[in-house]
C-alpha cells in the first residue's frame, strides 16, 4: 500500500443562500487503497480535531448502487474513471502532489445545501410526475403467458440501472436532466406493463422536467460519457420518439 | 392547446431545429445540383439558371417557404442557445469535456451564425445582383476574388462543421439510435459535410486557381 500527499480545492458554502467559495486543503499520507469519500473522512477528522467545519457530503451505501454520492472532480462527474460513483473512485487514480478540485454538482434544478451537498428533488418530482405503473395488472401471472422479447427485457434492465445520482445532470454543458428522464421512461416503455400509461408518462414527465428548470438537450454526450451505470443516449432517442408520439397522439 | 405546448417543451424546440434542418439540408441537396452545373460550363450553367427563372413563381413560393423554414431554425437556434447560456454560465472552476471531438458540437450556434452571415452576403451578392449582367458573369468575377473567394471557403467549412453534429443530432432527436444503423450514421456524418464542401468550396477554388479560366 502506497500513500500519496494531496493538495484539495474544495467548494465551501455554508448554506443555500450564502456565498460559497473554493477552500484549499493538504492531506498526507492519503492510502491509494482507499475511496474518494474515505479520503474525504479523513480530511473532516482532521479538520473536525482542528476545531474546523467538516465538509459536508451526500453518501449512504458507498458500494456504487444506491445513487447518493457524487461531486465533480477536477470537472468530471464522479471523477476520473469511467462508470463508477464516487464513492468507488479510488486513490489509485491519482498521482503524489495532485491538486485536486471539488465542487458540488451544478444545475439550476440542484441548489446548493451545504458545500458539496445538493438538492436533488427535482428527479423525484420527474419520477412522481409519471415514472411508475399506476394501472391494476392483476395477480402473479402465469410464467411465461406474457412473452417478452429477451432484448426488450435487456434494454429495459439497462436503463433501469439508473440510479438517479445526478452526474447526466452535472456533467451536461445545459444541465439537461434527459438522460435521467429518458432511463426511467425507457425501462417502462420497453416492457408491457409500461404501455397503459406510455403517452401520459412521456408528457408529464418531460413537462415536470421542463418545469424544473432543467436544460435543453444539445446532444452533446457528456452524459452517456460520465454515467456511473454506462446508461446509453440511445434512451434519450426514444425519449424523443416517445414525446413525439405522445404529443401528436395524446398531447 | 396541445399544438403549442409540444413546440414550447424542450424536446418539442429540438424537432422543430431537427425538422427544419432535414428540410434545409433536402436545400443543399437541390442548391449543389444547380452548382454543379458551373463545372461543366458558363453556358450549360447560365441555361440552369434562365430556364430556373424563367418559372418565377416556382421561384417565388421555393424562396418563400424556404425563407420561413429558415427563420425558424435561426430564430429556434438563437432562442435555444440564449436558454442553455442562462443555464450554463459560471457553473464550475474547472470544466473538462470527456467526450472527445466535441468541436462540432460546441460551435453549432457559431458556425450557424458565419452561415447566416454568408447567406446574407450571398443573397445580396448574386440573387439581387443586377439582372442586366448575366449570371454566370457575376459568379466568375466574385467568386475569382481572393477575398470574397475565401469568405466563402471558410464559410463552407463552417457549414462542414455545421452538418457534421447537426445531421447525427437531427436522427438523435428523431429517435434514430440503433446499432444497426449508428455505423452507417457515423459514416454519413463526415461524408456528407465533405461532399457539400468539396462542391460547393470546389467553385471559389475553381476560379481562384484558374482552373476555371476557359469557363
Redesign the interface.
Known amino acids: 500500500m502506497s500513500s500519496i500527499n494531496l493538495t484539495l ?1 474544495i467548494w465551501r458554502q455554508h448554506n443555500s443562500d450564502a456565498l460559497g467559495n ?1 477552500e484549499t486543503y493538504d492531506l498526507d499520507n492519503v492510502h491509494t487503497d482507499m475511496s474518494f469519500l474515505e479520503m474525504l473522512d479523513i480530511l473532516n477528522e482532521k479538520l473536525t480535531k482542528e476545531g474546523k467545519e467538516p465538509v459536508a457530503f451526500d453518501h449512504d451505501c458507498r458500494e456504487g448502487i444506491c445513487g447518493m454520492c457524487g461531486a ?1 472532480i ?3 462527474a464522479h471523477g476520473p474513471e469511467k462508470e463508477v460513483t464516487l464513492c468507488q473512485l479510488h486513490m489509485r487514480n491519482f498521482s503524489k502532489g495532485d491538486t485536486i ?1 471539488i ?1 458540488p454538482f ?3 434544478a440542484f441548489p446548493v445545501k451545504k458545500d458539496l451537498l445538493v438538492d436533488r428533488s427535482a428527479l423525484d418530482r420527474i419520477i412522481q410526475s409519471g415514472g411508475y405503473v399506476s394501472v391494476n395488472t392483476g395477480g402473479t401471472p402465469d410464467g411465461n403467458s406474457l412473452p417478452i422479447p429477451s432484448s426488450n427485457a435487456e434494454l429495459a434492465m439497462d436503463a433501469a440501472a439508473c440510479i438517479g445520482c445526478g452526474a447526466c445532470v452535472a ?1 451536461c ?4 436532466a ?1 438522460l435521467f428522464t429518458s432511463a426511467k421512461i425507457s425501462q417502462l416503455a420497453l416492457l408491457p406493463q409500461g404501455h397503459a400509461e406510455r403517452q401520459q408518462r412521456a408528457l408529464s414527465m ?2 415536470q ?2 418545469e424544473e ?10 452524459c452517456e ?2 454515467c456511473p451505470k454506462g446508461i446509453s ?2 434512451n ?9 408520439f405522445a ?2 397522439t395524446e ?1 | 392547446m ?2 403549442v ?2 413546440l414550447s ?7 422543430i431545429m431537427a425538422t427544419t434542418g432535414l428540410l434545409l439540408l433536402l436545400f443543399l441537396c437541390t442548391h449543389v445540383a444547380g452548382n454543379a452545373t458551373i463545372y461543366m460550363s458558363s453556358e450549360v450553367f447560365q441555361g440552369y439558371a434562365d430556364e430556373l427563372h424563367s418559372h418565377p413563381l416556382i421561384v417565388i413560393v421555393f424562396s418563400t417557404i424556404f425563407l420561413l423554414i429558415f427563420l425558424a431554425h435561426i430564430g429556434m437556434g438563437l432562442f ?1 442557445f440564449y ?2 447560456w442562462q ?2 454560465k459560471s ?9 472527445k471531438n ?1 468541436f462540432s ?2 460551435t ?1 450556434p457559431y458556425t450557424g451564425l458565419i452561415i447566416l452571415t454568408f447567406l446574407i452576403v450571398h443573397i445580396f451578392s448574386f440573387t439581387f445582383s443586377s439582372s442586366e449582367v448575366p449570371i454566370s458573369v457575376t459568379v466568375k468575377e466574385l467568386l475569382s476574388g481572393f477575398f470574397y473567394g475565401l469568405f466563402y471557403i471558410v464559410s463552407f467549412i463552417a457549414l462542414a462543421f455545421h452538418l457534421n ?1 447537426g445531421f ?2 437531427m436522427l ?7 446499432p444497426r444503423y449508428n455505423d452507417a450514421i457515423s459514416k454519413l456524418t463526415l461524408i456528407l459535410p465533405l461532399f457539400f464542401l468539396i462542391l460547393f468550396a470546389g467553385i471559389p477554388l475553381y476560379f481562384m486557381t484558374g482552373l476555371g479560366a476557359s469557363y
Not at chain 1, 213 to 222: D, I, P
Not at chain 2, 9 to 15: A, N, Q
Not at chain 2, 172 to 178: E, V
Open positions: 480545492k473554493l465533480v477536477d470537472g468530471v478540485v465542487e451544478r444545475s439550476r456533467s454543458p445545459n444541465g439537461a434527459m418531460v413537462a422536467m421542463d428548470g432543467f436544460g435543453n438537450c444539445t446532444n452533446a454526450k457528456e460519457a460520465v443516449i440511445r434519450i432517442a426514444r425519449l424523443n420518439k416517445e414525446y413525439l404529443a401528436l398531447g | 396541445w399544438f405546448r409540444f417543451s424542450s424536446i418539442g424546440k429540438k424537432l435555444l436558454q442553455n443555464v450554463s457553473r464550475y472552476s474547472v470544466t473538462t469535456r470527456v467526450v466535441t458540437s460546441e453549432m453534429h447525427w443530432s438523435q432527436t428523431f429517435g434514430l439510435n440503433h
